[in-house]
């Protein structure tokens, strides 16, 4: 089988939509399901960079032009897209998977359409939480009819709807979607488990070797939550006074949450240390930590999580949408209103008590295991193979995923 994957965003740019294409992609592989991924190029101006097309990985970058007010971010140019997949009317293709609801989403399902092919697409985030940081005029109850209205409309227009998670399913039927919808998060791949080394990721970025580190990893965005995270740190200061605050990532709200670092006295204490090197540095920095902290009010998976259990790191987190689904009770992670004193309260108590930790994070570690991520892109290959064979108008026998809601794909039945 061959699908043919578009997505607005893919590395060089660093967020969990890149990762999950990545991991499902290599996964397929292995299953014998070829992915052919095209995606904006991240050169100046659209111009070919260091993230040129690769024939070898089969990605196919589209020049670009800037998103205005987004640095991170390109836009691919809809007359080189439509040049890019005109050339490719040729080759064949089974279906195809749409990754962001932007320009490739039109795009994916007209060519979808010009080759007479199934198309599905993942819904990877809540874009009803995200809309008021960035349209912060558009009323609230606005900006939530137009977001509902907009994905209704484009779930109607694809054969199935894939969910990373359970809630985020739920999110989708009180929309009124009707397409079927499957759950299948992004798992782990088996690298996520090389033991990081800690004191190597203190040395590089000049920590203390010996002071306790609490870690934040991922965008740095307003509906990331994470000045609660700092307001909730300022408070354990008072109680644990030699404990730091590592932020990994970069992101729109860095200065402001720089500024409001340095309001309150923390310069010192709060280290921000940018992207880092996922084959290593990255994997270092999980396991220098004697926790990771997170507060997201808008992850549909929430990945970072995952990550941080399978280097045996303690997680601290409350419990909103997506990570409802990671953070089971075996899960060695502590859960927590989101209110900065018992935030605060639970930091302490993970830091003071050195058999907690231990007993945490073995937990985490078992618990990380059971998310491979082989075993569910098995399951996406089933989906994939149930789609076309409905389209086809034959019913499908065997694939558990293959009538949507009423029999999605089992997570926990997938962990193994």
Known sequence: MRVLYLSDVYFP??????????????????????????????GRDGAPGPS???????????????????PEDRRMRWRSLMRTLAAMTHERFDLVHIQTPFIAHYAGVRHARTLRVPCITTYHTFFEEYLHHYAPLLPRAVGRVLVRAFTRSQAHQVDALVAPSEPMREVLLQYGVTTPIHVLPTGLPADRFQPGDGA?????????????LLLYVGRIAFEKNIEFLVESYARLRHAAPQAMLVIAGEGPAQGALQRLVGRLGLSEAVRFVG??????????????????????????????LLE???????????????????????????????????????????LSDAELRAE?????????????????????????RAVCERRAGRAPQSHRAASGAANLPDVGAQRH
């Open 13 to 42: 740019r660093v967020n969990g939509v890149s990762t999950s294409i990545a991991t499902f992609r290599a996964d397929l592989g292995r299953e014998g399901i070829e992915t052919t991924l095209i995606a904006p190029e991240y």
């Open 308 to 350: 941080a259990m399978a280097q045996g790191t303690p997680v601290i987190s409350t419990a909103s949408l997506g990570t409802r689904s990671v953070l089971k009770p075996e899960a060695g992670a502590i859960v927590v209103p989101e209110q900065a004193a018992e935030f605060a309260a639970a930091m302490l108590r993970v």
């Open 360 to 384: 945490l994070a073995a937990r985490a570690r078992r618990y990380a295991e059971s998310w491979s991520s082989l075993a569910l892109a098995r399951a996406l290959a089933e989906v994939y």
């Open 200 to 212: 190597r990721f203190r040395a590089l970025a000049k920590l203390p070797p010996d002071r306790p």
């Open 52 to 70: 040129a097309t690769s024939s070898a990985e089969r990605i196919v970058r589209v020049p670009s032009s800037g998103v205005p007010g987004d």
């Open 275 to 304: 992207y880092l090197d996922r084959a290593q540095a990255l994997l270092d920095c999980y396991a220098a930590a004697h926790a990771f902290v997170f507060a997201s009010r808008t992850e549909t998976q929430g990945l970072v």
